[in-house]
């Protein structure tokens, strides 16, 4: 199948412009995995937070809305899995499940799942739309996010709404406005190559 039929396929993502097989999918899923766990090295501290601000809530929406809800599933599945284990790459290099925003980790898997059933939709084809699923993609984060906060620190709720969501929404209008660029662009110069 040509570059040109795929891209323009209803329903296609971006990783529908490579020709489907196990390997890229495979490769996919742990590329998925590795670029969430370099991103998320870049971590700056919060004060009165335990939750630092990171590039991985922007990597993990990107998998899941470039590869779809499955394998963008499967690479944050990954990701998590692995850090959970003992794999030092959350954010500022720690693992396992017990960390106060080990949550925000669950709510990435669960975003990128659905910011990858959208983009399916062609929701990641314009900027407005681009935008609103990022939107939604950061809302899944912090629902399951501060909430875990509060239950592994004993916050009430304006607490963890202070210390894990307030903080954190003008670096996530940041990472949309960037991801409103870049997918819409993708497309554009994916149609381009067809």
Do not use: C, E, H
């Amino acid at each position: 199948m040509s570059t040109a039929s795929v891209s323009f396929r209803p329903g296609a993502v971006l990783a529908d412009l490579l020709p489907a097989s196990r390997v890229r999918d495979i490769a996919l899923v742990v590329g998925g995995a590795v670029l969430t766990g370099l991103a998320a090295q870049i971590a700056v501290p919060v004060p009165g937070s335990p939750v630092p601000v990171t590039g991985q809530t922007f990597a993990a929406l990107l998998v899941g809305t470039a590869f779809g809800a499955r394998l963008g599933f499967l690479a944050l599945g990954l990701y998590a899995v692995l850090g959970a284990a003992g794999m030092p790459w959350f954010a500022n290099g720690t693992s396992g499940a017990s960390g106060a925003s080990f949550g925000y980790v669950l709510g990435m898997l669960l975003a990128a799942t659905v910011v990858g059933a959208l983009a399916r939709r062609g929701a990641d084809r314009s900027v407005l739309r681009t935008a609103g699923t990022m939107a939604l993609g950061s809302a899944v984060i912090y629902a399951v996010g501060v909430p875990y906060l509060m239950a592994a620190t004993g916050m009430s709720l304006s607490a963890a709404v202070a210390a894990g969501l307030t903080p954190f929404l003008l670096g996530d209008a940041l990472k949309a406005a960037l991801a409103m660029g870049a997918l819409p662009a993708a497309w554009k110069l994916a149609g381009r190559r067809g």
